[in-house]
């Protein structure tokens, strides 16, 4: 049965409401808040004031709109306080860790990225040493992300982007396929006993989503979220909730079947679209084309951890005329566009946001190809699919990770009642020192 | 800004889930009902007394349980009212439309079919002469219904279950790719003018699965309704929430590209699922391969309307060893699987439910073909995905067209709150004559 609540529900439920409409649009008043949200006046300025006492909400200069009748009483402009509350995001990817510190705006503070150790054994095991390795590089970044700011005091907590897929019954484990060493690896665990904060954990393409979201003065907004990285994700969000799925693992666009008769993928599964389109797939293709040596030859590292920069390279030499180059990247862009287009047949979207390092040169090949694609979208003639690029940079996992922990902290209420499973945030222990 | 709301809305909410508890749990008690949602015994009281006040739910029989307290007050019984409240639901097919009669349990009542005559004009027009024609048997079906209980008073609406896409912009439109002459059809208004009756629209495998989520006992099911019919369509329930996307029109996996070399789709792609593995498909490649002699020497009519029996047919030879029959089979039960592989990984559920006349001869095959392409599901080492047949037949649009409308009605509250956007039932106007 759906479990019911005793709970004043619905005060917080429009505070969670005015706060969001406070922070969206800054220099609002609490008339433009009432007009906005359906509340009475008289309940949007009770809520202003609780919200006010908590320290989340400040009031700016009285605003004085032209044509407004004289005599009349001003209004406040009103804007959440910046510094009220903080959140540490990090993104775990193969070769580094990124950090960056967000405040109550979701302006960006801080930003770090500490390079991670070749993995020991890239087989793994159970108790991933790689996966430890990686957690204590990212506590000394936490660490020196809170010391800007004297003291952990107003970090709610740590949003941690990671690869999936995770595992949300019992402590959170992330079995990460693209990141050697990482199986069973209980992560939020880890984190929380290392830095002392509250930690969350998010598939890295859905964390990014939540961050486009947080940013996003819309609302009712309906987007999936492309991640090319070393792997291909995605995150789904309909009408401004995030698709989670059954365990916190939705989105995994990269394991849609493109290519029947496609390369094996890392999943087990045949064709892939990670397994055709993520840039190792394309640096793999080349090489075999023109063989190792012209690749090398053409500056290609070859190596495993140089995957990125020898996609880079690949979409240089596009750029000047190498035709093997552009047409694997072409492979690959098709590729992505054919499974944005199926999945955008599914989840009925409006937008697609497009970000990665796997972008970094290939990005408008890719977009126009999606583009492209989605003119064959199912809802065509119900509405347009656009198709944009992420604002968030490199950093949009810990970007988003980050806004995830302001998300779940200060609209607790109607994200809890959404998503009632996704009880993943540890509660908080001392402070780190 | 998201809208909040001035209203009681924990009372309604908490009617909403009690009202749930009896209907899914017959013969539960006022504290049963407390334990399993969380509410006081007095506010399940308060609640239940108004339900029986407003004729929705009655008392049984005293319980009395082995090994209650001598002297204790026995619990009574609590179940929903059959009669107060009924819903007509409607499927359209292109050779017929199917409808049904069901009260507030979920039981059917009546079930009736009526053949559509062939379209007129198969190119159709914006008026679709196909689809007034539709309507008007139609409404003759749902009079034929009504009549059979006397009076409209208890019906609450009609559900109509119609291939996408539909267009809930404005009057809801659909313009069923799948459905000859059908473009651009304000059915919801058509069929309210017609019949006197509030309708509500859905993507017909969307209404398959709202369906089989009503006739549920257990609650935070995540699962994807398959629908093999003419078409392929899909379902998708996230934790007992419907995915609806945008605009109604999500759940389309038989518009994910699964051969990209494939036979053109209807939809203007080439390789969907639904132009591979659809029954006309399956038809299609068998007698291009034997030729259309001995095709039909097999027993097939390779006519138009006869699709789903020629299909069958094959079905039937494969079984007694026509081995081209099996391979085509084969080839559309493997191409199924990819994509529910697929899609699986996109929404993350954990069941997959099939269902639709496409199956009825070939149902097994694509069972099993399903059942082990999810072997290599991204969620498999985080929770198993079941696979089972539909329990409700080729009536599974209809039946969950008016489940629709009772879930819409009778927990208006939170499906408002979850689906805003969705306000497609239109007023009713005078009842049928």
Sequence with gaps: MRRGTNLPWVGDYNQAVVLDGVRRHPGTSRTDLAAATGLTLQTVSNIVRRLIERGLVQ????????GARAGGKPRTAL?????????????????????????????????????LPDPPDATGGATGGAAEAAVARATAVVRRLVRTRGSADAVLGVGVAVPGPLDFAGPVRSSAINLPGWRGVAVADMLTASTGLPVLVE??????????????????????????????????VVRDEVL????????????VVVEPAGPPCSCGAV?????????????RRYAERVGREAARAAGLRLAERSVLDDH??????????????????????????????????????????????GLRHAGERVRDAVRAGLGLAMTREVHPVEVRFSDAGEQAGALGAASAVLHEALSSTWVGVHVPA???????????H
Tied chains: 1, 2.
């Design 203 to 236: 598939n890295d393409a859905t964390a990014a989503a939540v961050g486009d979201l947080w940013r996003s003065r819309r609302v009712g907004r309906s987007f999936l979220y492309v991640h090319v990285g070393a792997g291909i994700g995605g995150g789904v």
């Design 271 to 283: 064709g892939c679209l990670e397994a055709v389109a993520a840039p190792a797939a394309v640096v």
């Design 244 to 255: 989670r799925g059954e365990s916190g693992n939705a989105g995994e666009i990269g394991h």
């Design 59 to 66: 009031e700016g200069e009285p605003l004085l709109r032209p």
């Design 422 to 432: 996704r009880e993943i945030v540890i509660s908080p222990v001392a402070p780190v």
């Design 79 to 115: 804007a959440v306080r910046p510094g009220a509350a903080l959140a540490v995001g990090l993104q775990f990817e193969r070769e580094h860790v990124d950090a960056v510190l967000l405040d109550l705006t979701g302006d960006v503070l801080a930003v770090d990225r500490e390079p």
């Design 312 to 357: 880079d390279r690949l979409g240089v030499r596009a750029a000047a005329g190498d035709e093997v180059a552009a047409a694997e990247l072409r492979t690959a862009a098709l590729a992505v566009a054919r499974v944005v287009l199926g999945v955008v047949n599914v989840v009925d979207v409006s937008e697609v946001v497009l970000g990665g390092a």
